[in-house]
């Protein structure tokens, strides 16, 4: 960890430090936790950094990476059932239980990550929150920055240049498998194709699929570049993902681990995004190093078009009214 890191890890543990102390007990509790993501994920290794030290005054944790534990996607039916504590959710996932969850997870809505936070915390939240608290059994922690989101194909620029939508015609774009992922997927102009995350990568090497949108930190943690030729930077998600937690568990904790859980949520949401933006910021020339041509396409065709396939559509009807204009007033 560098220096400048090392400050911002310790600063962020000052508030946890004034927790009153809960000493660990006989009846000491478990956290487990599933996530699609791999060890060296930077929201895998916030939650080993930062969350689970915070906590382990009075709860171990079990962490099952790379879906190991749970498919990805049947993590928040795990913990609405009961066997799971805690997850890191997308709200596309929330929006297979409840489709008004599908605005967050609208191409070209949030602004960045500062734009994010001040969502999550904004009162606009509120029902959305108690909604998954109340008919889920899920409370929705802290908001964690995953980064934008770009195109990346196995073709070349001289085979495919990627402009506007237009030019995406025709390409199988791996997308997760919900509504709303194959919803925007098919919005870029491509042809959404469902597909695991754990099963990308070959999909890619095998040229079952084109390509897949993710943001550069996760290409190079889940090596997509070795088998992919280009990367368009439509930027057309500031993705997100929720700090899933199991309501029941909740309830049973005592006011001081309640605080606690949620600070170390807080903590390892804010490092987890200092480091994902300092991993964004300085990515791209390794990428390009390892053969891979990266550009920028015409962002305001892509904006504009976009966001006219949500105009009308069934996905915006879901969304309570006056909400999107609320994000937007918290934007820059």
Same mark, same amino acid.
């Given at each position: 960890m560098t220096s400048k890191f090392r400050k911002i890890f310790l600063s962020l543990f000052i508030s946890l430090s004034l927790i009153p102390a809960t000493f660990l007990s006989a009846n000491a509790l478990t956290f487990t936790m599933a996530t699609s993501?791999?060890?060296?994920?930077?929201?895998?290794? &916030?939650?080993?950094?930062?969350?689970?030290? &915070?906590?382990?005054?009075?709860?171990?944790?079990?962490?099952?990476?790379? &879906?190991?534990?749970?498919?990805?996607?049947? /993590?928040?039916?795990a913990i609405s059932r009961g066997? *799971?504590?805690?997850?890191? &959710?997308?709200?596309?996932? *929330?929006?297979?239980?409840?489709? /008004?969850?599908?605005?967050?997870?609208?191409?070209?809505?949030?602004?960045?990550a500062a734009h994010q936070?001040?969502?999550?915390?904004?009162?606009?939240?509120?029902?959305?929150?108690?909604?998954a608290e109340d008919e889920l059994g899920v409370k929705l922690l802290s908001v964690m920055y995953l980064?934008?989101?770009?195109?990346? *194909?196995?073709?070349?620029?001289? /085979? *495919?240049?990627?402009?506007?939508?237009?030019?995406?015609?025709?390409?199988?774009?791996?997308m997760p498998g919900t509504d709303a992922w194959q919803f925007l997927g098919n919005a870029l102009g491509a042809s959404a194709t469902p597909l695991a995350f754990n099963?990308?990568?070959?999909?890619?090497?095998?040229?079952?699929?084109?390509?897949?949108?993710?943001p550069l930190p996760t290409v190079v943690d889940k090596k997509f570049y070795e088998v992919t030729k280009q990367i368009a930077l439509t930027s057309h998600l500031v993705d997100l993902n929720y700090i899933a937690f199991s309501k029941a568990t909740w309830d049973s904790l005592s006011p001081d681990q309640q605080m606690t859980v949620q600070r170390a949520a807080d903590a390892a949401a804010a490092y987890g995004r200092l480091k994902q933006l300092d991993k964004e910021n300085n990515l791209a020339d390794f990428i390009r190093s390892q053969g891979?041509?990266?550009?920028?396409?015409?962002?305001?065709?892509?904006?504009?078009?976009?966001?006219?396939?949500?105009?009308?559509?069934?996905?915006?009807?879901?969304?309570? /009214?006056?909400v999107l204009d609320k994000i937007n007033s918290l934007g820059n």
């Open positions: 993501g791999s060890e060296t994920d930077m929201r895998s290794v &916030a939650i080993v950094d930062v969350f689970q030290p &915070a906590v382990s005054g009075f709860a171990d944790m079990q962490i099952g990476y790379n &879906a190991t534990m749970f498919d990805q996607g049947t /993590e928040l039916d066997n *799971l504590t805690m997850s890191i &959710a997308s709200a596309q996932e *929330l929006a297979q239980f409840f489709p /008004e969850f599908s605005i967050f997870a609208t191409g070209y809505v949030h602004q960045d936070v001040r969502v999550f915390n904004d009162p606009l939240m509120d029902p959305f929150k108690k909604k980064g934008k989101r770009h195109v990346n *194909l196995r073709q070349t620029k001289d /085979e *495919l240049t990627v402009n506007t939508p237009a030019d995406l015609a025709g390409v199988n774009l791996r099963e990308v990568y070959q999909a890619l090497a095998t040229g079952a699929v084109d390509g897949q949108d993710n891979v041509e990266i550009y920028t396409p015409d962002l305001e065709a892509f904006r504009t078009h976009v966001q006219k396939q949500y105009e009308g559509s069934e996905v915006a009807a879901t969304w309570p /009214e006056g």
